[in-house]
């Protein structure tokens, strides 16, 4: 999975973010599930910088909602 910089989530809309927010949590869990069966053995790094991505997204929603409602 290719990592994402901020500047291409920032030009997203809201719509988009959510859905990509979605897709990512959906990896997550599925990595997740790997890594407790053992079956995860390459891609074992890349549990972090999802969780990282997944808290941008957030973070952005969160700080586009803030000053929607300012």
């Known amino acids: 999975m290719a990592r994402i910089k901020l500047k291409t989530f920032r030009e997203m809309n809201d719509t988009d ?3 990509k ?6 990896d997550l869990a599925k990595m997740r599930s790997e890594q ?3 079956t995860l053995k ?9 969780r990282r991505d ?7 929603l969160n700080e586009r ?4 409602s300012a």
């Open 36 to 38: 407790s069966k053992g």
């Open 42 to 50: 390459k891609h074992s790094g890349e549990i972090r910088y999802v």
């Open 17 to 19: 973010l959510a859905g």
């Open 54 to 60: 997944i808290a941008r997204i957030m973070t952005i």
């Open 65 to 68: 909602k803030a000053k929607a």
């Open 21 to 26: 927010l979605s897709e990512m949590k959906a």
